[in-house]
């Protein structure tokens, strides 16, 4: 069946943009939890807040439904970049971390959230309680996964979180390298064994038939011809049946190792997140821009380079070997950019660039349908087996500046296995960013 965006253009790729998916009354809170972090990480926070309440009020437990649902009423903002209504979301914002609290006392992702949105948002003035200090002085080491969420909201690169985050990501480049490469290869079938064999049973036989012949000659010397026919028969058998067979099983094994065991789903997608976050910390350095400068967090729009391989998971989702990666840093009257491709694989950068323009410099910003691209404008995708295809743009995410340089990224195409789902590209939350501040004149 032809699906259709909010545009009404025709979508090739499964779409689970978070903004496609509707609650049913169906769903439990496992569904919607999942529906909510998809949200999170397409930055699409009003509608990640409707599924964690919604998941709240249909019983999800613990304390991460109320630190994600704290996390989506933040949308990405620090509470002095929000200005009058940062009182009413961070009292909101408190409520939900407070619950957060009561489910797991030692959350210490929840007590880091807290602390950083106090530090942020009391500064000198009267803060209500719980003090910033004893949050801190409860929390324990944070999950990685919970660092990167939370390290934006801390102002600079210097705190502790992001500096461990950035370390988790630059020591999962170094574990992943023997692995990810069998992600994007075929695991092979079994040989057809049956013939070799056969051959080989069929040698032994014949081996054994001659040595009959042999005995027997000891009698009558006129089976010692039927006994070499029959031995120099086996022998040629049994040699090329071991030697099919060998040869087989050898390229079987070592064609297997080259593919088995594969990452998962989940941990392909673990290092894709902290490759963002590497990839980000490097953005800033180079850009010489820190957190403080931005009015809100930094936004990353993700889509395959070209050429690439694919790889469909079991989840379901298309995952590639090479990504064009395009961060743009959102200031009060500026914007800066860092694009760049990045190898999955080898972990390698390369085609990087950066630079700076000014909001009313944008002539152009749009999710572009195209169904014939231009050549150079086409992506190139590798399959399992090896073999080249020449995919035609299906949808891009598209700004233009000052009518000449343009930033374009490739974020769902037509390819084999159209009924895969996509990887967050980020590319909604980043047009309607730059179109709000567009709208206010900046």
Known sequence: MTAFDQRHQRVFGNQINADAVHINPSDGPAELMGYGRRAVA????????????????????????????????????????????????????????????????????VRALWAAVKRDHYADRHDPGPPVGDLEAGAGEIDPVHAAEIAPFLGNRENRLWKATVAVAQAGIEQ?????????????????????????????VGLAVALIFMIASLSETGYLCLAVLAGTGGVVLLVKGFARYNTLTSRYERDLAAAEPKPSDEQM???????????LDHALRHLDRELDDLICEPQLVIGPASPTEQAVGRDGIRRFSRYKFVILLLGPTRISVFSCEWDFVTCIVSNADAFDFRYKDITGLRMRQSYEATQGNRLVITDHDGKEMEVRFAKVFEMIIAGTDRIAVTIDVQAQNAGAGLQPTGATATERLVRRQLDDGA
Not at 178 to 184: G, L, W
């Open 176 to 204: 992943r390298k023997p692995n990810v490469r069998k992600y994007f290869v075929r695991t092979p079938v079994p040989p057809a064994l049956g013939g070799p064999q056969a051959m080989m049973i069929v040698g032994g």
């Open 42 to 109: 397409e930055r699409l926070y009003k509608r990640a807040a409707e599924y964690f309440t919604e998941a709240i009020a249909k019983g999800a437990e613990g304390s991460d439904p109320h630190y994600y649902l704290a996390l989506a009423l933040l949308g990405g903002r620090r509470p002095s970049r929000m200005g009058r209504e940062a009182q009413q979301v961070v009292a909101r914002v408190e409520e939900h971390l407070g619950r957060a609290l009561q489910a797991d006392p030692a959350a210490a992702h």
């Open 269 to 279: 997608d673990m290092w894709l997140h902290f490759d963002k976050f590497g990839v």
